[in-house]
């Protein structure tokens, strides 16, 4: 099967069928409208035994457990409770986890769940709220997950376009995540912040996991119309295009996908066995596509995860570091 910007997430899911059926998957912020929850509905077709769904409120989440609960009465799905932005929340979910796991593991975690250039806020940590919720939260349920040992072959991390810019421009932010008290603040700066660090946590799973067998990749779902983009206002947006332009003379504005284009290419990292040679990959319109911005950014892999371990108080050692 040749793989591109037109790939649907029903034509991955269909090709390796043998990596769905039986399996039991995760996803992080599978909101209706959303990839995350297009990915739960393609990954359904392939007869999976368990999609468990993690997000903040259950009520927004329901009718998508509704729908796939009629359309495919084989698959179980189960609900936790996950509010990315809160490590209370974050440690209770993989706790709660193992509820209806019941001994089982989990396949495939994918770690969807994002916000996206929100006004200026922090946690009660007082670490901005994009980095708190896209990236720390993620890196410490992935990584509690692994350390239960509840995953057992890949780790997915949905990163953006916006991870794409220059790490000499966006990773000094690390310095300061309160932004000098929100003075500095940029909602896109900080978003790429957030979703650079996505890539650099993947890179960093494949480099500890591997004597595990497990693997982990970073990707870009592409430009998708969802409520990611509610306070995404088109000065924001082309104030951004012109940055990357700036940063980038070849930089191409993305054609639209719709959603099954869009959660093709995270179906893809959790699905294609040949990918586990390239561990760390990261992913755009369904194909790995290293680029000369997170080349750059590698230098700041252990300053990221050092910092992550610092602001969620816990520290991982995966054996192979």
């Known amino acids: 099967m040749k793989f591109g910007w037109a790939t649907t997430g029903n034509e991955v899911v269909k090709h390796f069928k043998d990596k769905v059926s039986g399996g039991t998957f995760l996803i992080t912020g599978p ?28 009520s927004k989440i329901q009718p998508l457990i509704d729908e796939l609960s009629t359309s495919h009465p084989n698959v179980k799905v189960s609900f936790v409770q996950l509010d990315l932005s809160n490590l209370s929340s974050v440690r209770a979910a993989a706790a709660n986890v193992k509820t209806p796991l019941g001994g ?24 901005e709220l994009q980095f708190a919720t896209n990236h720390l939260g993620h890196f410490l349920f992935g990584n509690l997950l692994l350390q239960s040992d509840l995953i057992r072959s890949r780790v997915v991390v949905v990163s953006s376009l916006a991870s794409q810019r220059k790490a000499s421009l966006v990773m000094p932010h690390l310095e300061d995540l309160t932004y000098d008290h929100g003075k500095i603040y940029e909602p896109t700066v900080a978003y790429s912040v957030s979703k650079a660090c996505n ?46 332009m700036i940063e980038n003379p070849n930089f191409k504005i993305p054609e639209r996908k719709n959603l099954q284009q869009g959660c093709s290419t995270q179906l893809r990292a959790a699905l294609d066995p040949s990918l586990a040679a390239v561990s760390g990959a990261y992913l755009d319109d369904c194909n790995v596509s290293e680029t000369a911005e997170h080349k750059e950014a590698e230098p700041y892999m252990d300053q990221v995860w050092t910092l992550s371990e610092k602001l969620t108080g816990s520290k991982f050692d995966f054996g192979n570091q």
């Not at 209706?32 to 393609?42: D, I, L, N, R």
């Not at 089982?104 to 009660?124: F, G, H, R, S």
């Open 31 to 58: 909101t209706p409208g959303g990839v995350g929850a297009e990915s739960a509905k393609s990954l359904a077709t392939g007869n999976p035994k368990h999609l468990i769904l993690a997000g903040r409120t259950q």
């Open 104 to 127: 089982d593991k989990i396949d495939v975690a994918i770690l969807n769940a994002a916000i996206m250039a929100c006004p200026y806020a922090t946690t009660e940590q007082g670490v």
């Open 199 to 244: 890539v650099l946590y993947a890179k960093r799973l494949a480099k500890v996991l591997g004597s595990r067998g497990i693997s982990a990749f970073s990707l870009n779902p592409g430009s998708i119309i969802t409520n990611l983009q509610a306070y995404m206002t088109d000065e924001m947006r082309q104030r951004a295009i012109k940055e990357y």
